[in-house]
């Protein structure tokens, strides 16, 4: 292609003027944030919000240092560095429409694995006043069953052995922290921008775990200088595929080697508790509330838990893509009856917020057709992710005796999606840490359904639960003797008969 420009620094003024490009001096940027994990969502989120601080309000002392911590960063780090942390955010519309951002918010980069102590001495800056987290749901290290930090995790077990090169996100803090400690310096404010409940606090909790055993010593004064805000945070932000790139090209004659694709919805609800101060997010729409609690469970339990239901059933049924299952009318209206009849009902009060908007919105950005969110990406580690999005509200419903048939009908779905192969007996591939269990017990459920709720570190002590079982036990015959679609249904006029 002709005159196609690679996107750097040095080529920001040959670039296209119908894409926004950061009009911000960026030499003149503070970095003030450690961000560790820089995945397609941070750079859809944070990233851009702290873009939108520079670009709209001059405010330039929200500049990020991404970091790399596992093998596969070593992407992205590549990406970032030959393009001097630019890169191009693709913002699309319901309507097909879209628009094109340059985003000029990471100045630095560093990959851990190969620079353990920049990694550390970065994070120990005077200049840095937050380190920020995206590293998944699984990424805490908590056991879902006993709530506590698993410690037999080899590569916790090695940074303990090994604190001066560390692998894991606690190891690495807990460095830089004592650093920050021996040299007097002020304390900063970890922020998780993970989908759990409580985020912060389970940041705090499993951190401190691990710093009880690793430095036993810096405790309290990590007790004394580290905040750790609950946040809740939203943007569906799909995997990049090759005809992203291209469409760039195309258009704009713009050669980035990683861009990344969103829709226009963004929201970040935050507890103000900053010990040493933070950007002035509040200017591009960050929410800060007392308490962010309801609003977490609002969009676990509504959106990801959506996602979760949309996903696995639409898998099985052959799907590719969140807008096919979204679209399609049975499991629209399925959707629509699981938010209504089974997680509204366990949300407590939401002062303020229109629960009914709020819900049609969700519907309209899962129909979203040119955002093409694989059914793929919102499967993966579904072991981390189904005892948050769903397994909470189950819980609830059980203990109020409400209704749980679609939440059971996701369950067993669940299960049988580790099977792995769809009804059009097309295989797919499970990615999941605990992909090997997960197998198993779908084998053994042949036989024996409850096997698959025998998975303590998943469901713990559901099992026990003779109405849960039993409903678990006839949704899994079930799923495994007709169609998904023809279990909707079922649901669906049984709950039109009401
Ligand atoms: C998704 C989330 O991973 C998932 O299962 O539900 O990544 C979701 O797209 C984001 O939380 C949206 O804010």
Redesign the pocket.
Known sequence: MENLIGLNQENMGAISSRVEKPTYNRDSITTSIVHIGVGN?HRS?QAFYAHELMQNHGVLDCGICGVGLMDFDQKIYKVLKDQDGLYTLMIKELDGTFTAKVIGSIVEFIFGPENPSAVIEKIAHPDIKIISLTITEGGYNLNEGTGKFDFSNPLIQQDLENPEAPKTVFGYITQALKLRKTRGEHGLTIQSCD?IQENGEVAKKALTEFIKKAEPELVDWVQENVSFPNAM?????PVTVAEDIETLKEKFQIEDKWPVVCEPFNQWVVEDHFVSGRPAWEKVGVQFVENVLPYENM?LRL??AG??CL?ILGALHGYNTIDQVATDKDFSKFLKDFMDVEVTPTLGSLDGMDLDAYKQTLLDRFQNVYIK?LIS??C??SSA?IPI?LLSTLRDQLKGNQNIDRITLVIAAWCKYNDGVDENNNTYEIKDVMKDTLIKAAELSHKNPIAFLEINSIFGDLVNNDVFVNAFVSALNKVRNKSIKDCIQEINISAALV
């Open positions: 969502f989120h989908n945070v939203d943007r569906i932000t969009k959106l990801n996602h979760s996903g969110d990406r919102i993966l580690e992710k999005f």
